[in-house]
């Protein structure tokens, strides 16, 4: 059973979060990328909780009614904000003193990669889907023999204000296009507009590229094991990237290819990616 809750954390700000499993579980902790929601993981949290886990799913920071501070102030959504955000979440979950799981995609997945970075000690294993170390996603960007450059050109419209109302018009056509035409089914779709789709969410999740150009960070070798997924059909991260994270990872490493399967993994292909999740927890036990 999943149960929807609010949690507010030492900095005050109070994340919408989806839950499953006993209190007091090993905590796996979920971190949704964009243009999504909390919902991306509806299809894991009730395997995780019927596998002993206790699974939390939080709207992050600017997705969050309660957790959405000025976007037009960037330092509101710096990187180290995002990531102190992860912990914080943790321990208002009841696991300030204990180890735990992290699973992030996308945006999500590059603070996890921070996390795993600044926080290693407090986690007992890293699963990453899509997005590839911010250390072999820079190399590929400035590989001239690559495409990643091409294909991360839609992050420059991020960084332009007129950007989030363009996305929001006729009922959010864009944000719609562009996610149906990644494979994203309908019913996931409306999920996430419910939490993205009105200006003041859409503003406060734009803000983390604007804070972030170009997703650069600073995150030395990972010392955590490590799951990375990664769909041959993602239009967004290319093979360059992808399989280049395993230079990266100095822990347990294991990358596996969904192929078919483009950018957004649990939207397209939840029970392998669940399944694959779950070896992995039970691989690397807290």
Not at 165 to 185: C, D, H, I
Not at 224 to 232: A, E, F, Q, R
């Amino acid at each position: 059973m999943v149960e929807t809750t609010n949690v507010k954390t030492r900095s005050g700000l109070t994340f919408t979060v989806d839950v499953a499993g006993p209190a007091g579980g090993p905590l796996v902790l979920l971190l949704h990328g964009f243009p999504e929601s909390r919902h991306s993981w509806r299809e894991a949290l009730p395997a995780l909780g019927a596998a002993g886990y206790r699974a939390v799913a939080p709207d992050q920071r600017g997705y969050s009614p309660g957790a959405r501070p000025d976007p037009t102030d960037l330092s509101n959504y710096a990187f180290d904000r995002l990531i102190d955000d992860a912990i914080e979440i943790a321990a208002a979950a009841g696991y300030a003193d204990k180890r735990f799981h992290l699973v992030g995609h996308d945006w999500g997945g590059q603070v996890s990669w921070g996390v795993a970075g600044k926080y290693p000690d407090r986690l007992a294993s890293l699963a990453i889907l899509s997005r590839p170390h911010p250390s072999s996603f820079r190399r590929a960007l400035l590989d001239e023999a690559s495409d990643q450059k091409h294909r991360s050109r839609h992050h420059r419209a991020f960084l332009e204000p007129e950007t989030g109302m363009m996305l929001l018009a006729g009922n959010a056509k864009r944000l719609r296009e562009g996610l149906s035409g990644q494979g994203v089914p309908a019913a996931a779709l409306e999920k996430h507009l419910s939490v993205l789709g009105n200006p003041e969410a859409l503003e406060g999740a734009l803000a983390w590229y604007r804070s972030n150009k170009g997703l650069a960070a600073d995150i030395g070798t990972i010392a955590v094991p490590t799951l990375y997924i990664w769909g041959d059909a993602d239009a967004t991260v290319g093979p360059d990237a992808a399989h280049g994270t395993a230079d990266f990872v100095g822990a347990a490493y294991a990358m596996e290819v969904l192929p078919g399967v483009g950018h957004f993994v649990m939207d397209q292909e939840p029970n392998r990616a669940t399944e694959l999740l779950l070896a992995h927890l039970q691989k690397h036990p807290v």
